[in-house]
């Protein structure tokens, strides 16, 4: 369904104050998709599983904004933006997903995936950026900002059973334990790209201008990571005690979360940056002064390292 704020007319004090104000419409439909799917699933063993399924999916119904006049012979000359059911997208894909089992101890499967998102706008006020120039009306599709073509996902996981060793000697020790390994790999945000324009500022600072004509047309960095997790059950009378041991991100893994549109990575002292951000290199000077781009949020989480015990009785 429509958000809150597309339905009640300057619900938001930030678009109340704007000079485009947009106003809410009562008459907004919710989002429709219809999906076609095919599948194929066979099973080669009992211990081996693959899956292929193919995908169409049209979403319609996108909300977006738009110029409508005032119905009222006094106001004849006046018009207002609005929220409507204007845009639409469409998502194609196939993904393929293997599982495979070896006895009591070992359990593994890979999926993968490649799709792409095309539509006509990937934000309800595009129809505002474009009155306001800051945006050129696309008449093609163009790739959904959330379009991500490749996503790949493995998993391993090994279980030796209390009393059952894995290789015969050890029992009490090489015993009762589990290990999980998950490795997770997924292509980069969607982004524009800003480019040289071989101008310079005054201060020696190169501009850099928005790729007007190829929106959301660059993939930033992949993203990569390892988890690990190990449990060991060790039983001291009638109580079980777990040893539990987690790592997220093995490799500390720098994973882009905030794209700096030149580089198509996260930004680091020295790259190069839009005029509209505040460059460590070539300070601003004169209020309003932005923080620089170091926010820590422009990564995901880095290594990080868990250790647990869990007693049950």
Not at 25 to 45: C, D
Not at 76 to 98: H, K, M, P, V
Not at 270 to 298: E, V
């Amino acid at each position: 369904w429509p958000r809150p704020e597309y339905v009640y007319a300057k619900l938001s004090p930030t678009n109340a104050q704007s000079t485009f104000q947009r106003f809410g419409n009562p008459n907004l439909n919710p989002e429709t998709t219809v999906a076609y799917e095919l599948g194929l699933k066979t099973q080669f063993s009992m211990n081996d599983v693959l899956t292929v399924t193919a995908y169409y999916k049209d979403i319609f119904d996108y909300v977006s904004t738009r110029t409508a006049k005032v119905q009222s012979a006094r106001f004849t000359s006046q018009s207002f933006i609005t929220y409507a059911n204007l845009d639409y997208a469409r998502s194609r894909g196939i993904e393929i997903e293997y599982k495979k089992r070896i006895g009591k101890w070992f359990t593994g499967l890979f999926s993968f995936s490649y799709a792409t998102i095309t539509g006509k706008s990937s934000s309800a006020d595009q129809g505002v950026l474009i009155l306001r120039g800051e945006l050129d009306e696309d008449i093609k599709e163009i790739h959904m900002i959330w379009d991500r073509p490749i996503t790949t996902f493995a998993s391993l996981n090994f279980y030796v059973p209390k009393g059952e060793p894995l290789f015969g000697f050890g029992e009490g020790i090489l015993d009762d334990y589990n290990f999980y390994m998950r490795l997770f790999f997924e292509s980069g945000r969607r982004y524009t790209q800003y480019l040289f324009t071989g101008a310079y500022e005054t201060d020696g600072r190169p501009q850099y201008e928005y790729d007007r004509s190829n929106r959301n047309g660059s993939v930033g960095a992949d993203w990569l990571w390892l988890d690990l997790n190990f449990e060991k059950s060790f039983r001291v009378g009638k109580t079980t005690i777990t040893f539990i041991v987690e790592v997220n991100n093995l490799f500390d893994k720098k994973n882009t979360a905030i794209v700096n549109p030149t580089t198509g990575k996260a930004y680091e002292y020295g790259d190069p940056t839009p005029s509209t951000w505040n460059d460590p290199l070539y300070p601003d000077l004169q209020a309003p002064i932005s923080p620089y781009p170091y926010n820590p949020a422009r990564y995901l989480t880095r290594r990080n390292v868990r250790l647990g015990l869990s007693f049950r009785f």
